[in-house]
């Protein structure tokens, strides 16, 4: 089936420093890839929609300097969280709609722990 | 505006004993409706989905739910419930809306714990 990929699984940066993550699909092409974040034991709180080739829309709220998204490709979608804060520090999720027989569904990335210090 | 509700933020059940895990939506046409299962540190699995046909759902791992249109409900439900069956569970519907992006609104979650 469906498999998207991401990385880093974990990852522990300074503050005031830039992270990537990346989500990747392996076996199909991602027009359309959401961000997620989700803070302990809480539901996915949506951050923006990026479609291949054209700028993410971000939902209200999330600043969209600080959290770069980029899709270049139709594999290929990554978040950069710039100048960490520790109020940064969550989980975040990637996830990809998927064509799947009978309508859409959608397969997740395993997720990335963030934790800026 | 679409909406997902889960009534409960856990749910106790003993193993060997039938669950049930509470759904409720609000959406403008018809729903596209979703049960996904997170293990702790992980992405989200997915169980299930109703997009037209049946009202009972068959999905992975021995799950089913049943979409209940006179009721808005969407509750996911298992026989017999398993140790390993404990995680956090999510509802979720696809939210057409006017912009038709897709996007998946969630519930707040369920947490799922079965005792021995």
């Known amino acids: 089936g469906a498999v998207v990929s991401q990385h880093p699984s974990w990852v522990i940066c300074k503050s005031g420093t830039s992270v990537k993550i990346e989500c990747r699909s392996l076996?199909?092409?991602?027009?359309?890839m959401f961000w997620y974040r989700q803070f302990p034991k809480q539901s996915l709180m949506l951050m923006a929609t990026s479609n291949e080739g054209s700028k993410a829309t971000y939902e209200q709220g999330v600043e969209k300097d600080k959290f770069l998204i980029n899709h270049a490709s139709l594999t290929l979608s990554t978040l950069t969280v710039t100048s960490a804060h520790p109020e940064d520090s969550s989980f975040y999720i990637c996830?990809?709609?998927?064509?799947?027989?009978?309508?859409?569904?959608?397969?997740f990335g395993s997720g990335t722990r963030l934790t800026v210090v | 505006a679409q909406s997902v509700a889960q009534p409960e933020d856990q749910v106790n059940v003993a193993e060997g004993n039938p669950l049930t895990v509470k759904c409720t939506y609000s959406?403008?046409?018809?729903?596209?409706l979703f049960w996904y299962v997170q293990y702790p540190n992980r992405g989200l699995q997915f169980l299930l989905k109703?997009?037209?046909?049946?009202?009972l759902v068959k999905g992975s791992y021995g799950f089913e739910a049943e979409f209940n249109k006179s009721q808005t409900s969407f509750h996911l439900k298992k026989p017999s419930a398993l140790v390993s069956d404990s995680a956090l569970y999510f509802c979720?519907?696809?939210?057409?809306?006017?912009?038709?992006?897709?996007?998946?609104?969630f519930g707040q979650g369920t947490t799922l714990q079965v005792k021995p």
């Open positions: 996830s990809a709609t998927v064509f799947q027989g009978a309508g859409y569904g959608y397969t």
């Open positions: 076996d199909f092409q991602a027009t359309t």
């Open positions: 959406v403008s046409g018809n729903p596209y």
């Open positions: 109703y997009i037209t046909g049946d009202n």
């Open positions: 979720a519907v696809r939210d057409i809306g006017n912009s038709n992006t897709g996007k998946l609104i």
